[in-house]
């Protein structure tokens, strides 16, 4: 079974509007943290933001919010004011508190998020 | 500035000649680890390190090899490529294996196999 699932293959966003990139994942670990990567055309990974497990408040970095729903073990990541940079691969990915001897992180497959002008 | 550097970042080469992709990071970082991009699939981890001379398998070990010598290298061997393993490589780097540390990545390498 997949740990991170990502649904959206790929989402299109007018320019200056909010978009929204769905995330879901499973662990039976108390201990995780979830990490959200942009890679735009040239290649690179690109950290973009964090939540732990026992983070109470959701993650925000500048434009980035992250919509942590524990409970339904959603991460889903928020940009607000799309610009055209943001158009790119976006990933979120998982490290777990090794409770199984795990220190693998795992990734999801990956949203394209295309900004129309 | 800190980093982690790959090279080469682009390579061509056939099937069976042993190649090495090296890695380093400056940020005295514990753990490194080498994933491979591939259409589709995402990052699947190659190995990983937990601090020198301790490395272990990660998710699609299959003909690749590592070696962890000094904290801040870690290449990866392909010691007989095969045109499956034509991907795009990235080493990354956190500072310990715990699950709320943050890995950063090198830029990739662009591995073509004939």
């Known amino acids: 079974a997949q740990k991170i699932t990502q649904t959206q293959p790929g989402m299109f966003v007018q320019e200056k509007e909010a978009v929204t990139l769905d995330c879901t994942y499973d662990?039976?670990?108390?201990?995780?943290?979830l990490f959200w990567y942009k890679q735009p055309s040239s290649g690179e990974m690109i950290f973009l933001i964090y939540?732990?497990?026992?983070?109470?408040q959701n993650a925000t970095e500048g434009r980035y919010s992250l919509n942590f729903q524990k409970a339904r073990k959603s991460a889903n990541l928020v940009i607000s004011a799309s610009q055209l940079g943001d158009s790119a691969m976006y990933f979120c990915?998982?490290?777990?508190?090794?409770?199984?001897?795990?220190?693998?992180?795992?990734f999801g497959r990956g949203t394209s998020l295309i900004v129309h002008p | 500035e800190a980093q982690v550097t790959q090279n080469p970042r682009y390579l061509i080469t056939v099937t069976g000649k042993k190649l090495t992709v090296t890695c380093s990071q400056n940020?005295?970082?514990?753990?490194m680890s080498w994933y491979r991009q591939d259409p589709g699939l995402g990052l699947r981890q190659i190995y990983y390190?937990?601090?020198?001379?301790?490395?272990d398998k990660g998710d699609v070990p299959e003909g690749y090899k590592v070696s962890r010598k000094e904290k801040r290298n870690f290449p990866l061997i392909l010691e007989s490529p095969s045109p499956n393993q034509t991907s795009l490589y990235f080493c990354?780097?956190?500072?310990?294996?715990?699950?709320?540390?943050?890995?950063?990545f090198g830029p990739g390498t662009r591995l073509t196999v004939l």
């Open positions: 990354a780097s956190s500072e310990t294996g715990r699950w709320d540390n943050e890995q950063f």
């Open positions: 662990t039976s670990d108390q201990s995780y943290g």
């Open positions: 939540q732990g497990s026992y983070d109470e």
């Open positions: 990915a998982m490290r777990e508190g090794q409770v199984g001897g795990s220190y693998i992180p795992t």
């Open positions: 940020m005295n970082h514990e753990y």
């Open positions: 390190s937990m601090n020198v001379e301790v490395t």
